[in-house]
């Protein structure tokens, strides 16, 4: 209750105030700015955008609610269709959340809990979070290359120096924070206070197109900060209580042997059990509490059976945030259909498709912990550079583009080789055999398709001719 209350409340606060000073529009110009003149630039954006305020907003809901509403009719006029627009919103809504360096305020609790530096924690966030945007960035961009979406309209990009001196000032309290947080070690709620001020002060000073935030935006962020704070502090409490009564009555350690009776037989499925529990248990909650719940409830029977601590938060913080995305009751992906205009339990269907690394990726770094920074370098690098090229190529199976269509076979041995580059070399047998031969299969699919495509243009080109 104390880190609720002391840290998570002053970056909610700190994110109602970017809300209310015109720093969401301001990311979503950027990313358009960046990522405009390419193809699918439109679904680009939202992915940018989405994942640098959904870092702070602490709640992918609202976060697909202020960014959604400018990135999700440009994906619509861009070309792509209702389902997938509000599936690529409501995925890099929820992605913000694991993306250091706030992760939506769950970094600071899990640093509490665990009684780590914050910075461990964020470097441990940091090679999961770019696999998960990888992953949709990737899928973003061959979805408009399968479907022929073009680039923004050129008036519809703005020019990047006039976006930068419209909003530079954005900059400085992100600065304050990162400075406060790891030059001069202040607690994390003093930096999150001073970073709050900045906020304001730098809106009072410069003012976003004109606009500067007077006393009824400030006191408006302060009661909107009060409403999203009331249920994460109650839930809280309530965590508390319930780590008493594990506690008290031997309920934890009922719990833990349950756990342990299963994972005995089989780990994965002991993984399984868990993920789908974290899912059921994350639904409707804000980020802050979906962890703080599943923290106190299911990870440390996770680390009594031997899975790192930080691999076993990470896990359950992982799939507690899938609960936002996976049908039946995934609110992100709802409140972005309801934006888009599609039917809600579709679009939580290709979210979770857009999504899926964020379901691969947590057993990967339970089995091996490489990928969170944990272990000797050599293995982190292999680790990190072979899961990047299997999210790549696993992607281009599950969208059926990349130099051109991929038949279903060739999807499936793209799928395939992705898989076996994710698998960490130095948890299972012979992985290095089977990262090799993941890595092998990729490059003869990747060059068989780039042929395949060559000889269609020219037979294309013959005709064309003739």
Same mark, same amino acid.
């Given at each position: 209750?104390?880190?609720?209350?002391?840290?998570?409340?002053? &970056?909610? $606060?700190?994110?109602?105030?970017?809300?209310?000073?015109?720093?969401?529009? $301001?990311? @979503?110009?950027?990313?358009?700015?960046?990522?405009? %003149?390419?193809?699918?630039?439109?679904?680009?954006?939202?992915?940018?955008?989405?994942?640098?305020?959904?870092?702070?907003?602490?709640?992918?809901?609202?976060?697909?609610?202020?960014?959604?509403?400018?990135?999700?009719?440009?994906? %619509?006029?861009?070309?792509?269709?209702?389902?997938?627009?509000?599936? !690529?919103?409501?995925?890099?809504?929820?992605?913000?959340? !694991?993306?250091?360096?706030?992760?939506?305020?769950?970094?600071?609790?899990?640093?509490?809990?665990?009684?780590?530096?914050?910075?461990?924690?964020?470097?441990?966030?940091?090679?999961?979070?770019?696999?998960?945007?990888?992953?949709?960035?990737?899928?973003?961009?061959?979805?408009?290359?399968?479907?022929?979406?073009?680039?923004?309209?050129?008036?519809?990009?703005?020019?990047?120096?006039?976006?930068?001196?419209?909003? $530079?000032?954005?900059?400085?309290?992100?600065?304050?924070?990162?400075?406060?947080?790891?030059?001069?070690?202040?607690?994390?709620?003093?930096?999150?206070?001073w970073a709050a001020i900045c906020v304001g002060i730098v809106s009072l000073i410069f003012g976003y197109k004109g606009h500067r935030i007077n006393f009824a935006q400030i006191w408006?962020?302060?009661?909107?900060?009060?409403?999203?704070?009331?249920?994460?502090?109650?839930?809280?409490?309530?965590?508390? !209580?319930?780590?008493?009564?594990?506690?008290?009555?031997?309920?934890?350690?009922?719990?833990?042997?349950?756990?342990?009776?299963?994972?005995?037989?089989?780990?994965?499925?002991?993984?399984?059990? @868990?993920?789908?529990?974290?899912?059921?248990?994350?639904?409707?909650?804000?980020?802050?509490?979906?962890?703080?719940?599943l923290a106190t409830m299911i990870a440390p029977s996770l680390i009594k059976l031997g899975v790192n601590p930080i691999a076993a938060h990470m896990f359950v913080l992982y799939f507690?945030?899938?609960?936002?995305?996976?049908?039946?009751?995934?609110?992100?992906?709802?409140?972005?259909?309801?934006?888009?205009?599609?039917?809600?339990?579709? @679009?939580?269907?290709?979210?979770?498709?857009?999504? $899926?690394?964020?379901?691969?990726?947590?057993?990967?770094?339970?089995?091996?912990?490489?990928?969170?920074?944990?272990?000797?370098?050599a293995n982190i690098v292999m680790a990190t550079v072979t899961a990047f090229a299997g999210v790549w190529i696993a992607s281009c199976g599950l969208i059926g583009y990349l130099f051109?269509?991929?038949?279903?076979?060739?999807?499936?041995?793209? &799928?395939?080789?992705?898989?076996?580059?994710?698998?960490?070399?130095?948890?299972?047998?012979?992985?290095?055999?089977?990262?090799?031969?993941?890595?092998?299969?990729?490059?003869?699919?990747?060059?068989?398709? %780039?042929?395949?495509?060559?000889?269609?243009?020219?037979?294309?080109?013959?005709?064309?001719?003739?």
């Open positions: 209750t104390k880190i609720i209350v002391l840290t998570v409340v002053l &970056f909610i $606060w700190m994110g109602q105030l970017l809300l209310h000073t015109g720093a969401s529009e $301001w990311f @979503t110009d950027v990313a358009a700015a960046v990522m405009g %003149r390419s193809r699918g630039g439109s679904a680009k954006i939202a992915v940018v955008a989405s994942g640098l305020f959904g870092s702070i907003s602490g709640s992918a809901v609202s976060n697909v609610a202020s960014t959604g509403v400018i990135t999700i009719p440009l994906m %619509r006029q861009a070309g792509y269709d209702a389902k997938t627009a509000g599936a !690529i919103e409501a995925v890099a809504s929820t992605g913000g959340q !694991i993306m250091p360096p706030i992760m939506g305020a769950a970094a600071f609790l899990m640093a509490e809990l665990l009684e780590l530096e914050y910075t461990e924690i964020i470097l441990a966030a940091l090679v999961p979070a770019a696999l998960y945007y990888l992953a949709v960035f990737v899928q973003a961009d061959l979805e408009a290359a399968k479907n022929g979406i073009a680039p923004l309209p050129k008036d519809r990009i703005p020019p990047f120096i006039r976006v930068m001196k419209e909003g $530079w000032f954005f900059v400085i309290p992100y600065a304050v924070l990162i400075y406060t947080l790891f030059t001069l070690n202040l607690p994390p709620q003093e930096s999150a206070f408006d962020s302060i009661a909107n900060c009060g409403r999203q704070s009331a249920e994460i502090i109650v839930i809280g409490a309530m965590a508390g !209580i319930i780590i008493a009564i594990l506690d008290r009555t031997g309920l934890g350690q009922a719990l833990t042997l349950i756990l342990a009776a299963v994972g005995e037989d089989s780990l994965f499925l002991l993984l399984v059990l @868990t993920a789908i529990v974290s899912i059921l248990l994350g639904m409707g909650m804000p980020t802050s509490a979906i962890y703080l719940l507690g945030l899938m609960s936002m995305i996976t049908p039946p009751v995934a609110i992100a992906a709802f409140a972005a259909a309801s934006l888009s205009g599609a039917k809600p339990m579709e @679009t939580g269907a290709t979210a979770v498709r857009l999504g $899926w690394i964020a379901y691969v990726i947590p057993f990967v770094f339970v089995l091996s912990p490489s990928l969170l920074g944990q272990g000797d370098l051109g269509p991929l038949s279903a076979i060739m999807r499936l041995l793209f &799928f395939v080789s992705g898989i076996l580059l994710l698998l960490p070399a130095d948890a299972i047998p012979n992985g290095l055999l089977i990262n090799a031969a993941g890595l092998i299969l990729g490059v003869i699919v990747v060059m068989k398709d %780039r042929a395949s495509n060559k000889e269609r243009r020219k037979a294309a080109k013959a005709a064309a001719a003739e």
